[in-house]
Each structure stands twice: as C-alpha cells, then as structure tokens.
C-alpha cells in the first residue's frame, strides 16, 4: 500500500503534463487577474493579462505577442494603464484585439482599449 500511495503523486503529474491548456480560454489563477491567451489567425498568440501585483480596481494591462507561446518565443509587448478590471479580450478582425474592463464601484462603466498586431508588433490603436 505504501509503494501505490508514493507513486500516486508520480502519476497524477504524468496525467496533468498531457493535457494541454486550450488557448482562447482565461485562464483562472488564484488571485482572481485577469490572464488569457488568443491565437492569432496568422499564426501565433497574444497574452493579454493584468499585474499580479496590483490592486483589481486599478493599474496595468499587458499584451505580449508570441510566434509560439509553447515554446516561449516572444515577439514583443505593450503595456498601458487601466482604470477598472478586465473583463474580456478577443480578437474583432485578425489584426485588432478589443480588451474591455469594467470599473469598481456602483457605476460599473465600461471602457474599451483597442490593440492592433501586426509587423511583429504591438499598438494602442482606434476602433
């Protein structure tokens, strides 16, 4: 019983290494930030996340541009100033990404902040 019990752990790592996290997906973490990853129709994937550090009501987005996020091959990333929570990220055309965030507070006002890709790069841009 001892020997199944130390390999239990042996196992249950081996079965979770197999199950690839799906992209276009927030990805939930323990802090509650906002993390999510979209593929890019030309190939590649942009991470669109808030600072782990910083308090939900206010603070930063990033937006990282990978060639392949699986094996780590960045391309380059932008970060601005939000004020509110993110609430989504998606993809409106292949090359502009619309992340929307939700203020704090009994107003609950949405902004949206537009990201055009292209060129191997990142930029604030209009709708």
Request: net charge negative.
């Amino acid at each position: 019983m001892n020997k199944f019990m130390s390999l239990l752990p042996l196992l249950f790592v081996s079965a979770c290494s197999q199950t690839p996290v799906p992209c276009d997906v927030p990805t939930p973490n323990h802090s509650g930030y906002f993390n999510q990853a979209l593929n890019l129709p030309q190939g590649g994937q942009v991470v669109v996340e808030e600072g782990a550090l910083e308090p939900r009501s206010i603070g930063s987005i990033t937006v990282l541009l990978y060639r392949d996020l699986e094996v780590g091959d960045f391309v380059s990333g932008l970060s601005f100033a939000r004020d509110g929570f993110i609430t989504s990220a998606e993809l409106v055309s292949p090359q502009q990404l619309k992340i929307t965030t939700t203020s704090a507070g009994s107003g609950s006002y949405q902004q949206d902040y537009w990201v055009c890709v292209g060129g191997g790069r990142l930029q604030l841009c209009k709708s």
